[in-house]
């Protein structure tokens, strides 16, 4: 970024001229606009299978189907901002997917 000689305001390049923004001083040299980025490799991504049941916490959960008391939790906002997250539950032993709202 270029500033004025005059007055110190942000040069700006119109019409291929340098010019100030503030006191409309016109500099004889043209500002050099210069850009340049550095790109980094990206760090590694954990994936996840499907088939991998325990990245959710253990919770003390009866099971309606297998009568199991050990389940996986989660929560998801399913509804409006305003009301409140869906609690989700997976059986540890059968494998049963239900919901509970609150």
Known sequence: MEFCEKCGSVILVKDGKAVCAGCGHKQKKKPKIKASEKIEKPDAVAVVNADQDDIHPQVDMKCSKCKNKKAY??????????????????????????????
């Not at 929560?75 to 009301?83: S, V, W």
């Not at 059986?91 to 609150?102: G, I």
């Open 73 to 102: 939790s989660w929560a998801m906002q399913t509804r409006a901002g305003d009301e409140s997250e869906t609690k989700f539950y997976k059986c540890v032993k059968c494998k049963h997917t239900w919901r509970v709202y609150r």
